[in-house]
């Protein structure tokens, strides 16, 4: 079994900033890829930030120059560090993880999600 636990949301005001911690935890093999997504109410589920097994990162428009995707591979652990933020980054930040459990086996693994709340 593997978990996925993120941390770190809350409420900031506008231009303030914020960490977001991911852990994942459990019979892990091996991490291809750690991504952020993002829901706001009433909308669609988009990606914020992904980080693969090599360190390429990539980021959505809305957010690059503000946020920071990085990785602590011996904590099975990702960053989402955001600075400026804006009321429209206002969402639920979910953490997916793809992780392979055997060799051959890769299965994403989704947290619980974290409330990011940006005041104006």
């Known amino acids: 079994q593997v978990q996925v636990v993120e941390s770190g949301g809350g409420l900031v005001q506008a231009g303030g900033s914020l960490r977001l911690s991911c852990a994942a935890s459990g019979s892990i093999f091996r991490i291809d890829a750690m991504n952020w997504y993002r829901q706001a109410p009433g909308k669609q589920r988009e990606l914020v930030a992904g980080i693969t097994s090599g360190g390429a990162t990539n980021y959505a428009d809305s957010v690059k120059g503000r946020f920071t995707i990085s990785k602590d591979n011996a904590k099975n652990t990702v960053y989402l560090q955001m600075n400026s933020l804006k009321p429209e980054d206002t969402a639920v930040y979910y953490c997916?993880?793809?992780?392979?459990?055997?060799?051959?086996?890769?299965?994403?693994?989704w947290g619980q999600g974290t409330q990011v709340t940006v005041s104006s």
């Open positions: 997916d993880a793809a992780i392979y459990s055997n060799v051959l086996r890769m299965s994403h693994y």
